[in-house]
């Protein structure tokens, strides 16, 4: 099993980033999906979730407006479209699916100007 995210970098304070997950290994499309993020000195956080078919979706009320999770079942792919940036979302972004058994190694995300 693998979940191997991407996308992650440094950006200014209202900018934006997308980050993915490729999934394999394990049968993606049975599986809701999540992002959970950890900053430096915090426990883990849940972002957001999406659920197997990916026509139903959760967020935290903190990034509510500002990211969208997304997948591509065909590509066995994870989405999180991250709009309007603030410092407080620097973290680790990890990639969750199959029953939050599977993790990846994480994506950082630096916001600051």
Do not use: H
Request: proline content about 4%; aromatic content about 10%.
């Amino acid at each position: 099993v693998q979940l191997v995210e991407s996308g992650g970098g440094m950006v200014k304070p209202g900018g934006s980033l997308r980050l993915s997950c490729a999934a394999s290994g394990f049968l993606y499309s049975l599986y809701d999906m999540s992002w959970v993020r950890q900053a430096p000195g915090k426990g883990p956080e849940w972002v957001s979730a999406v659920n197997t078919g990916g026509g139903s979706t959760l967020i935290r009320n903190s990034v509510k407006g500002r990211f969208t999770i997304s997948r591509d079942n065909a590509k066995n792919t994870l989405y999180l479209q991250m709009n309007s940036l603030k410092p407080e979302d620097t973290a680790l972004y990890y990639c969750v699916g199959g029953g939050w058994e599977y993790w990846g190694q994480g994506t950082q995300v630096t916001v600051s100007s």
